[in-house]
């Protein structure tokens, strides 16, 4: 029976403690949004092997940062 009044006297400040490690991360996100430097105006694609030239540049509305789709057809 004491453990369980233990267990439930833990319980709020456990909740406390996940409230205020929240909040503190969000405060984090804020604060480092202005220092976020600007989204580039255009990307270029990489080829594979040895150099590996450019050979796709995207830019404005066309970024595909991250995505392995074939380019568009003509």
């Known amino acids: 029976?004491?453990?369980?009044?233990?267990w439930?006297?833990?319980?709020?400040?456990?909740?406390d403690?996940?409230?205020a490690a929240l909040q503190q991360r969000e405060a984090e996100q804020e604060c480092?949004?202005?220092r976020r430097p600007a989204e580039?105006?255009?990307l270029?694609?990489?080829g594979i092997g040895d150099g590996r030239p450019p050979i796709e540049v995207h830019a404005g509305s066309r970024l595909r940062r991250g995505?392995?789709?074939p380019p568009?057809?003509?």
Do not use: S, Y
Not at 1 to 6: D, G, I, K, P, W
Not at 8 to 15: N, V
């Open 1 to 6: 029976m004491f453990a369980l009044q233990v």
């Open 8 to 15: 439930h006297a833990m319980r709020p400040q456990r909740i």
């Open 17 to 19: 403690d996940m409230i």
């Open 32 to 34: 480092g949004r202005p």
């Open 40 to 42: 580039p105006e255009w």
């Open 44 to 46: 270029v694609d990489l």
């Open 67 to 69: 995505q392995t789709t």
């Open 72 to 74: 568009d057809e003509p």
